[in-house]
């Protein structure tokens, strides 16, 4: 087991070696760039920005219920609302769900080309494999989902602000006052570097996963589940341990 | 020229190559042939790299693949052209889009010229307006000879073919083992093709090996073939209902 475990790190190292070649040609890697932004974070927005404005409404309503004592200011609502969304749901959570997203979505695809030969076919031209199909996709997924986690932020507290409006759960002059009140800019680019961090985490365990698949469309399949359970593992460790290095 | 030495290699317990000795003619069709399961694909695989030998050495001209580092075998790869057992064509690119792949990656040219040299090469071996078709919209012979395009896009200097007709009909497969042949006289390059459909064998085996119980147990060509006194050869040839007729003929003759 421990063993095993070893030996995985050991190969998902040499890998990301791989990945990390000096592309070939700079031109050809912009437009995999694109075509990966497009299809990894781009699709993503609608998903992330649903659940976004959902959880950002049941904050309001969850912690409104939460604080019925009335020595208690009601703008506090929408103060840990702001708080809870920046610092763990925006990252993690939505991290959570790309997991899902992304991870079977990058699996999944370098797997069945790996079993087709297509990764072979590049290899014997002399194309490096791991860094024309890997490094575009990690690229994009860790510089460019912090946006994502922004999005899910604005969204979030858009979507308290419509339960306050059309609840009237606390009055809404209040929910603002809250959203303002003693604001930590730090806690936006820590949110930011976790999503940053867990998007690459997501993007090269699913891409190790795929590259070694075996055996036709079941380790396909197999590759893919072993990508999001390991990631979401993973995500979920590092959190506590970016945490406790940034926050405390 | 590719030489052979002593080559090894199992998968666990199954020792597929056993002390395996070749020796590869440039500017020739080389084939191996033996039965499914006898290991042509592994030897193949070795050949270029794909799989590391157990033990045992390949030679390509001076240098042993096994000691060459990470640029040598990239720029020695860009003289080795492929055509997959299944074709491995690139599912996310069109048909000349696949043939341009490499020319990408290897060369400078400008659009233009790459298309160019594509349709040269999609030309040469017979397709006509499926330039934007994807791979998955084109049948099995059609895959087959745009995988020969894409191995021959940057004028190789060796190819090496995995089973070219297994699939087709009779027709259709002589006429890319015709093709196969052309190209390799026509660009002098060191052909090697894996097979086991004896037509083809009969048509353009310049130098034939045989595998059979994971070593090379006969080298000849395809004259000497049908004369030959190794039995194992013989029951594979004689499997062919027209060259048993000969074989026997041979045999009776003596
Ligand atoms: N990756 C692998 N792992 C384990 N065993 C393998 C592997 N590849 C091939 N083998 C075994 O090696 C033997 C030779 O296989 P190979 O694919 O070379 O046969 P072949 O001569 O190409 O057959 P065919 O004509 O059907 O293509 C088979 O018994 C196969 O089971
Ligand atoms: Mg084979």
Not at chain 1, 10 to 16: A, D, R, V
Not at chain 1, 133 to 158: C, D, E, H, Q, Y
Request: net charge neutral; aromatic share 10%.
């Amino acid at each position: 087991m421990i063993r095993r475990f070893l030996e995985a790190t050991g190969s998902y190292c040499l890998f990301l070696r791989q990945v990390f070649r000096r592309p070939e040609k700079w031109r050809i890697f912009w437009r995999q760039f694109v075509l990966e932004t497009d299809k990894l974070i781009l699709s993503s927005i609608v998903i992330v920005g649903v659940i976004s404005v959902f959880i950002g409404g049941v904050l309001v309503i969850q912690t409104a219920s939460n604080m019925s004592n009335p020595m208690l200011d009601r703008m506090l609502v929408g103060y840990m609302v702001r708080e809870t969304l920046v610092l763990e749901f925006c990252s993690t959570v939505v991290a959570l769900i790309l997991a899902g997203k992304m991870g079977s979505n990058i699996a999944s695809e370098i797997g069945s080309m790996r079993i087709s030969g297509q990764i072979d076919a590049m290899d014997m031209m002399g194309v490096n494999s791991a860094g024309f199909l890997v490094l575009p996709k990690v690229m994009s997924a860790t510089f460019l989902s912090p946006l994502l986690m922004l999005l899910s932020f604005a969204l979030g507290i858009f979507g308290g602000w419509c339960v306050v409006e059309m609840t009237e759960i606390i009055p809404p002059a209040k929910y603002l006052a809250g959203l303002k009140y003693s604001y930590n800019g730090f806690y936006l680019f820590y949110s930011g570097f976790k999503m940053a961090l867990f998007c690459f985490l997501i993007s090269s365990i699913s891409s190790f996963n795929g590259y070694c698949a075996t055996g036709g469309s079941m380790g396909v399949g197999a590759s893919s589940t072993r990508s999001i359970v390991v990631t979401s593992i993973l995500i979920l460790l590092f959190d506590l341990i970016v945490t406790q290095l940034m926050l405390y | 020229m590719i030489k052979v030495e002593h080559l090894n290699k199992s998968f666990g317990d199954l020792h597929v190559l056993k002390d395996v000795n070749l020796e590869l003619a440039p500017g020739k069709c080389n084939m191996i042939i033996g039965a499914s399961g006898s290991g042509k694909t592994v030897l193949l695989k070795n050949l270029i790299g794909l799989l590391a030998p157990d033990s045992g050495d390949i030679w390509y001209g001076g240098h042993r693949l096994s000691e060459m580092d990470y640029d040598a075998k990239k720029s020695l790869r860009q003289k080795i052209g492929v055509l997959f057992q299944g074709c491995a064509l690139f599912d996310f690119e069109t048909v000349i889009g696949n043939v341009i792949f490499p020319m990408n990656f290897f060369t400078d040219w400008p659009e233009e010229k790459k298309r160019e040299r594509a349709r040269f090469c999609l030309d040469r071996v017979n397709v006509k307006d499926a330039d934007d078709k994807y791979p998955s919209e084109l049948s099995g012979g059609m895959q087959k000879r745009v995988g020969i395009a894409r191995a021959i896009a940057l004028n190789p200097d060796f190819l090496f073919c995995d089973e070219p007709n297994s699939g087709l009909d009779p027709y259709t497969s002589s006429l890319i083992d015709r093709l196969i042949h052309g190209i390799t006289e026509e660009f002098n390059i060191t052909t090697v093709i894996n097979t086991h459909d004896m037509n083809s064998m009969l048509e353009i085996g310049d130098s034939i090996h045989f595998i059979c119980g994971g070593t090379v147990m006969w080298s000849g060509d395809r004259h000497s073939i049908l004369r030959t006194e190794c039995a194992e050869l013989r029951d594979f040839v004689g499997a062919n209902v027209l060259a048993r007729h000969v074989i026997s003929e041979s045999v009776s003759s003596r």
